[in-house]
């Protein structure tokens, strides 16, 4: 919009200024034609009325040296050809200045009893009319008419000039305008342009208010336009502070609870094991115990080890490394891979990924570790859970998808809309979306009962320091 609308009002000056300019030249150039009439008739009238006495006596030598004394007399407008046609349109007498090749007259002179023609090629003008007067016998079936062939050379010269300077003036000042145009709409625009700049910065490092210094105060429009912007900005700026302090606080709730549910879950294997222990202790000796023994150790320990992994999966303190390449990729399989195993699930990772990229790489462990761990717990035994991980210019896109049962619709609900599930089946879901926020991530959730989940995460690319 700010480069087609300055445009696109530069063209409409330019082309409102070229017609207008073209609509008076041609105005000027009727009227000069309508003098140029005007004069004709004069010169017609002083010929005529020396034409009169000998077309009266009808005496046609007369005619022809009232013609020829015509030609001698050019002060003002210089005649070419004199003609007198009779009734027939034939010429009655003519004369013709010396040294011009001899012409035919248009054929408009015996179609119209008035009339005039420039013609442009041999530069002359052509007037005629009739010769009448109330002496003349008014019985004759037509009167003569007198036709005159003037020299306006130096009007079509100048006619001429005259069209290439307007034409040479009305470009340049149309250029002008245009310039004067494209100018002023863009800096009536310039407002626009900040407004937009801040809103596509805003997309990748939050809403940032206009600097007090761009506003115009003059122009009240755009200033309020600006203005609302930056009370925007700053309303979501405090939002951003406020969801910060309680994703702080809903973190130490979350920790809280699990605690408490750790505390629960190792409790009982924990129990089972020292109860096996006790068990060899007294038993031991004998075979059949001590194997249901191991066997219910090595059980109490697996079930330990899955409450381990949960804990790893979702409140594993920070690292010092906050990108994300394909040794995380791997590490990650690594950790899901036993998983799968045991539920006969297939784990199939399909990345572009070349090189660490400036994303939290703590946070989208933790986020893929959750995601992919649900996803081979909800798969069936001989299916395939696949992880896909593309670079994009902006972000980077993780794809998860499972032939699961399908997310169900409020837990997807509350993935897309970045609000915490209260329930504490939904306490994994609640770990990505606190996650996801910190990262600034999106998420589009693809859930249909019995065809599997497909879950979408775009995650924005941190900004990268310029070098020195």
């Known amino acids: ?222 200033a309020r336009l600006l203005q609302a912007y930056n009370h925007m900005a700053l309303a979501a700026q405090d939002r951003e502070a406020l969801l910060t302090r309680m994703a702080e606080q809903e973190r130490e709730a979350v920790l809280g609870r699990m605690a408490a549910t750790l505390a629960h879950e190792v409790r009982n294997p924990l129990a089972g094991v020292l109860t096996a222990i006790d068990t060899l202790r007294k038993f031991g000796d004998q075979p059949q115990t001590r194997a249901e023994a191991l066997d219910f150790m090595e059980r109490g320990m697996r079930a330990l080890a899955g409450v381990a992994d949960a804990t790893l999966a979702t409140h594993r303190p920070p690292q010092d490394l906050q990108a994300f390449g394909p040794q995380d990729l791997l590490d990650i399989q690594r950790l899901i891979e036993p998983q799968a195993r045991r539920a006969r699930v297939r784990l199939h990772v399909d990345s572009t990924l070349a090189q660490a990229v400036p994303v939290g790489g703590h946070e989208v462990r933790q986020i893929l570790l959750n995601l992919l761990l649900n996803a081979v717990k909800a798969s069936p035994a001989d299916s395939d859970v696949t992880l896909r991980c593309t670079l994009q210019p902006l972000d980077l896109r993780l794809e998860v998808l499972d032939p699961g049962p399908g997310m169900p619709a409020v837990l997807a609900q509350h993935l897309q809309a970045g609000t915490e599930p209260t329930d504490e089946a939904g306490l994994g879901v609640a770990v990505v979306i606190r996650l996801l926020q910190q990262l600034r991530g999106r998420v589009t959730v693809v859930a249909q009962p019995g065809r599997g989940t497909h879950i979408t995460l775009d995650l924005p690319l941190a900004p990268t320091p310029a070098a020195d």
């Open 1 to 222: 919009m700010t480069t087609r609308l300055p445009l696109a009002v530069a063209a409409m000056v330019l082309i409102a200024a070229a017609g207008t300019t073209q609509w008076a030249v041609q105005g000027l150039s009727q009227q000069i034609e309508r003098q140029l009439d005007r004069m004709g008739q004069i010169y017609l009238d002083g010929l005529g009325a020396a034409l009169l006495p000998p077309v009266i006596r009808d005496d046609r030598e007369g005619i022809a040296r009232t013609l020829q004394e015509a030609l001698r007399l050019h002060e003002g407008l210089v005649d070419r050809r004199l003609f007198v046609l009779d009734a027939q349109r034939q010429p009655l007498a003519r004369a013709d200045r010396a040294g011009l090749e001899p012409v035919a007259m248009p054929e408009a002179v015996a179609q119209s009893p008035y009339g005039h023609w420039l013609d442009d090629e041999d530069s002359s003008y052509w007037i005629w009319r009739p010769l009448t007067d109330d002496r003349l016998d008014s019985q004759a079936s037509e009167p003569l008419r007198v036709v005159a062939n003037l020299d306006v050379t130096s009007y079509v010269s100048e006619r001429r000039q005259l069209w290439w300077r307007v034409v040479a003036l009305d470009l340049a000042l149309s250029l002008a305008c245009a310039l004067v145009a494209l100018v002023l709409v863009r800096r009536l625009q310039r407002p626009v342009a900040v407004l937009t700049e801040h809103l596509q910065r805003s997309t990748e490092q939050g809403p940032e208010p206009v600097p007090q210094g761009l506003v115009n105060d003059d122009d009240q429009e755009t």
